[in-house]
């Protein structure tokens, strides 16, 4: 167990329709980084929240957006859904922004959008 | 733009087999190159980091070296056992902000009894 948790595991969702998803940093962890893994795909890289600011975004359109709270919780929040969108959404906390620092994933959010 | 590729897609071993992973990039700028496991519908766990002056790290049964003149990784497993069973993933650290990692689609490994 890493000590990052994401709600809610499953979700179905219809298209055009709105998502939130939430993560629970590991304890000391002031950075958080969300990923998308469409089935038998790595994952890709969506953005990095530190200290309740976006540091680092990866190759997705504007209805991607997400927050970070003071204690260091986050929210991934997805717009007007595709069916394209239906992937695993993982969170990952780290101690600090730095290169080289460990990632601690969370189990995911597996999201269906019909 | 940086791509990564692992090869075999999918491998099946009898236990106790020693086996090799192969992981490449296109990209020699990265800052360091990490494996990761993942179990059928779960996250990622954290296996080893090699940075980027580095060429090698081990953990127990696992072995990881980077030759980033080539654009290559390997994981070496030895001596598999049946709960090594999952999918390997590799991933390069790469420059521009966020830690940004770019993974590989991964290795589906099954030790067999």
């Known amino acids: 167990e890493t000590g990052v948790t994401q709600s809610p595991t499953h979700l179905i969702k219809t298209r055009g329709q709105q998502v939130t998803l939430r993560c629970s940093s590991q304890?000391?962890?002031?950075?958080v980084s969300w990923y998308q893994q469409a089935l038998g795909q790595g994952p890709q890289f969506i953005f990095q929240y530190y200290r309740e600011e976006e540091n680092g975004r990866g190759n997705f359109p504007p209805r991607f957006s997400g927050l970070q709270f003071p204690n260091y919780s986050s929210e991934l929040n997805v717009n007007a859904l595709e069916l394209d969108d239906s992937a695993l959404y993982l969170c990952?906390?780290?101690?600090?922004?730095?290169?080289?620092?460990?990632?601690?994933f969370g189990s995911g959010t597996q999201l269906s959008v019909l | 733009k940086q791509e990564v590729t692992q090869i075999p897609a999918a491998l099946s071993v009898p236990e106790g087999e020693n086996l090799v992973l192969n992981c490449s990039f296109t990209?020699?700028?990265?800052?360091?190159l990490q494996w990761f496991r993942q179990d059928p519908g779960k996250g990622l766990t954290s296996l080893l980091l090699i940075q980027s002056s580095q060429r090698e790290q081990t953990s127990g049964r696992l072995n990881a070296s980077l030759d980033k003149s080539s654009g290559r990784s390997t994981l070496y497993i030895a001596a598999s056992q049946p709960g090594d069973s999952a999918t390997y993933l590799c991933?390069?650290?790469?420059?521009?902000?966020?830690?940004?990692?770019?993974f590989g689609t991964g290795t589906q490994l099954k030790v067999e009894l």
């Open positions: 991933a390069v650290e790469v420059p521009g902000g966020g830690n940004k990692l770019t």
């Open positions: 990952a906390s780290s101690l600090e922004t730095g290169t080289n620092e460990k990632l601690f």
């Open positions: 304890s000391g962890h002031n950075t």
């Open positions: 990209d020699s700028a990265i800052y360091n």
